[in-house]
């Protein structure tokens, strides 16, 4: 724990009835805990006060386990530690699990590393609604950062705080535990789960977890958290790849290399095209990530082709939508150079751009397609013949 700069953080509120087994359990490996008491209005204050030892923070009202955890890795970065494990103080985690967060990250090759105890979900004793939270949050989680984990609620964990404190958390309950797994990981922090023991006394477990309001309290957190990756870290992260590895070696070893057969890619670059040059502007990285997950195609390839409205090309989008509308509808006269674009501001063209824009995407979704089907294909047998010839 003193050569790795870490110590142990107990987020405590109303349980008095373990607090103790805790603390006395944690002291077996290290001295260095800190204690938050978020306002406890049972008899906290006075187990604590047989801890005189052991750094205490007390506050004077109940302020949420968010706001405590904040708190308690501000104290941790002011004494010096750069990580933190978290352990919660109503019993269900066994501190003889201390040793396998220490021992993941001595081993582990990156020092920017948050680990999450995984509990087995599967056992007798675990509520029905704590797993279907649990499986709630895991999809959320991973649609927002692309990282599946087996566990993201468990409350025994191990912080990089040394890292989390560059970073700006606006939560101040439970939600917080899903806000700083998510923004971490945005920013370049490694995220997994540990396997940890769990134990659900019913009889001396106490949870302060409000059902109604704490879990839309969290649906709203994820609601927010979804728009910001679908809108800004989602294309951040697509066009830092391709400044990194340049547009060529970007098509080749993820676009090109890909193991999905070329039926699949090729149906990928349908709907990257066909989102791509729809009228649904504001919208194209959710409909295109939503529906290249539901339909099981490939999320890179599709969104790289839905970029094909990129800023520059988007007046000879919009353009070819009027001109294949305006066709359709036989109102050839709108698309006359000297009345377009007041007929544009006027939006008296709105009917002929949505429907050529449709028919003109759909159109060239079906091009694209076949084009990179063949192409592909190609691809693949001269690389088995390629194989096949040594």
């Not at 052991?54 to 002011?78: S, T």
């Not at 967060?101 to 029905?128: C, H, K, W």
């Not at 000297?338 to 709105?350: H, R, T, V, W």
Request: hydrophobic fraction near 45%; charge should be positive.
């Amino acid at each position: 724990m003193d050569r790795l700069k870490c110590c142990v953080l107990v987020p405590t509120y109303n349980n008095a009835g373990t607090l103790k087994r805790v603390l006395d359990g944690v002291l077996a490996y290290t001295k260095n805990i800190i204690v938050v008491n978020d306002g406890a209005t049972d008899n906290t204050a006075e187990i604590l006060k047989g801890f005189p030892d052991i750094r205490q923070v007390h506050l004077k009202e109940n302020r949420g386990k968010g706001n405590a955890l904040k708190i308690g890795f501000g104290e941790a970065v002011a004494q010096g530690y750069d990580f933190v494990i978290t352990i919660d103080s109503d019993g269900q985690h066994f501190p003889d699990d201390i040793p396998v967060f220490l021992e993941a990250l001595e081993a582990e090759e990156t020092q920017n590393v948050l680990y999450i105890g995984s509990r087995n979900m599967q056992q007798a004793d675990v509520p029905g609604k704590s797993s279907f939270g649990n499986k709630f949050s895991n999809f959320w989680f991973w649609f927002e950062t692309g990282i599946w984990l087996t566990d993201t609620q468990c409350g025994f964990r191990l912080y990089p705080v040394h890292t989390l404190k560059s970073l700006t958390f606006i939560t101040p309950k439970f939600e917080f535990e899903i806000e700083v797994i998510v923004r971490a990981s945005w920013h370049g922090t490694l995220v997994k789960n540990l396997p940890v023991k769990i134990s659900y006394d019913e009889k001396e477990r106490v949870s302060h977890f409000r059902t109604v309001p704490d879990f839309t309290r969290i649906s709203i957190l994820n609601t927010f958290l979804v728009l910001i990756a679908l809108f800004y870290i989602k294309p951040r992260d697509f066009f830092r790849r391709v400044k990194k590895k340049g547009v060529k070696k970007f098509l080749t070893e993820d676009i090109l290399s890909s193991q999905d057969p070329p039926k699949k890619k090729a149906a990928s670059i349908a709907l990257g095209l066909f989102v791509g040059l729809s009228p649904f502007w504001g919208f194209q990285t959710l409909l295109v990530l939503g529906g290249a997950f539901l339909l099981k195609l490939n999320k890179p390839i599709a969104f790289a082709f839905s970029n094909v409205s990129l800023p520059p090309f988007i007046p000879f989008i919009v353009y070819g939508g009027l001109q294949v509308g305006g066709w359709i509808l036989g109102e050839a006269h709108f698309l006359a150079f000297e009345n377009i674009a007041d007929n544009i501001l006027a939006l008296s063209g709105l009917k002929a751009y949505v429907i050529g824009s449709l028919v003109l995407a759909a159109a060239l979704a079906v091009v694209g397609g076949l084009i990179g089907y063949f192409a592909l294909t190609q691809m693949a047998k001269r690389k088995k013949m390629s194989l096949d010839n040594g």
